[in-house]
Nanobody, 121 residues
Framework: QVQLVESGGGLVQPGGSLRLSCAASGSIRSINAMGWYRQAPGKQREFVAIITSAGRANFRDSVEERFTISRDNAKNTAYLQMNSLKPEDTAVYYC???????????????WGKGTLVTVSS
């Protein structure tokens, strides 16, 4: 049984910064990748960033120059450092992890419940 918990969301002014965290817990054998998605009100959920077990990162084009994704394998935690935030970054940010549990030999996707980021003056 795996749980992902996001934290770090809040209200920030345009141009400001915020750091999100995603902590995975449970019966985890390995985490192949961890990433972030976001969903604004009335919009579809969209990909933001991902980092693999090898440390390779990928971003959507609109955030690549402003966001950084990292992970702490010892803590089973991923981070999303968001700089130069814009109002259009406002959304609920969801963590996704590709995890192999101790009971399984295959990887599955797990999702957190989200943390709200509001960028407004």
């Amino acid at each position: 049984q795996v749980q992902l918990v996001e934290s770090g969301g809040g209200l920030v002014q345009p141009g400001g910064s915020l750091r999100l965290s995603c902590a995975a817990s449970g019966s985890i054998r390995s985490i192949n990748a961890m990433g972030w998605y976001r969903q604004a009100p009335g919009k579809q959920r969209e990909f933001v960033a991902i980092i693999t077990s090898a440390g390779r990162a990928n971003f959507r084009d609109s955030v690549e120059e402003r966001f950084t994704i990292s992970r702490d394998n010892a803590k089973n935690t991923a981070y999303l450092q968001m700089n130069s935030l814009k109002p259009e970054d406002t959304a609920v940010y969801y963590c996704k992890a590709v995890i192999v549990t101790t009971q399984d030999s295959y990887a599955m996707d797990y999702w957190g419940k989200g943390t709200l980021v509001t960028v407004s003056s």
